[in-house]
């Protein structure tokens, strides 16, 4: 079935160093792609999101690619702030296209 | 626009007790999901209601029910509550459906069993 690899965090890391977290994902066909963030005691937010193969969504900095090739939709950001520090759950809606499969999340945590 | 709203917030309950749990949707979405988060199951789908009814359903036990009004606000239930049940309950709203339609979550209601 489809399902949704991250990164095992958490992830240390100073201001304005670079980020990536990595995401894999199986799934049939070519599914929608997503990055949520959850900042503590929040629900969710969309952060960015692709559609197809080789597009690239971003958003506040962030950015991540779809590449069919590698099954892959790696989060980045050149240089991150104290308020990056939050979970990050990269998702693709499932084949029936009924609902978001998530990955288990990876915890950013930023110091200054 | 107003963005997903849920109440409670935070629901303290004991065992074999039932809870309801409210969720708002964004103006003019009609689809409502709801998802539950915990530490060891990380985000799993619950169900999805449209125009009142249920249209999809994750893999879930018979207790934790649901259903949407005319106006697209949806209730969950759980009836009998297990200490499993503790969780972080999120609701999420689109506007016609999750395949086509991008999902905007709520901030959860924070459900303990004691």
């Known amino acids: 079935g489809d399902s949704v690899t991250q990164m095992e965090g958490p992830v240390t890391l100073s201001e304005e160093a670079f980020l990536t977290i990595n995401c894999t994902y199986t799934a049939t066909g070519y599914p929608s792609l997503f990055w949520y963030v959850q900042y503590p005691g929040e629900g969710l937010q969309l952060l960015l999101k692709a559609t197809k193969a080789d597009d690239k969504g971003s958003n506040k900095g962030f950015e991540a690619t779809y590449r069919k090739e590698t099954t892959s939709f790696h989060l980045e950001k050149g240089s991150v702030q104290v308020s990056d520090s939050a979970v990050y759950f990269c998702a693709l809606i499932n084949q029936a296209g009924t609902a978001l499969i998530f990955g288990k999340g990876t915890t950013l945590s930023v110091s200054s | 626009k107003a963005g997903v709203t849920q109440t409670p917030r935070y629901l303290i309950k004991t065992r074999g007790q039932q809870v309801t749990l409210s969720c708002s949707p964004i103006s003019g979405h009609r689809s409502v999901s709801w998802y539950q988060q915990t530490p060891g199951q990380g985000l799993q789908f619950l169900f999805e209601?449209?125009?009142?009814?249920?249209?999809n359903k994750g893999n879930f036990p018979g207790r934790f029910s649901g259903r949407q009004f005319s106006n697209s606000r949806s209730e969950m239930n759980v009836s009998t509550l297990e200490l499993g049940d503790s969780a972080l309950y999120l609701c999420?709203?689109?506007?016609?459906?999750?395949?086509?339609?991008?999902?905007?979550f709520g901030p959860g209601t924070r459900l303990t069993v004691l």
């Open positions: 999420a709203s689109s506007l016609d459906s999750p395949s086509t339609d991008t999902q905007y």
């Open positions: 209601y449209f125009s009142e009814t249920q249209r």
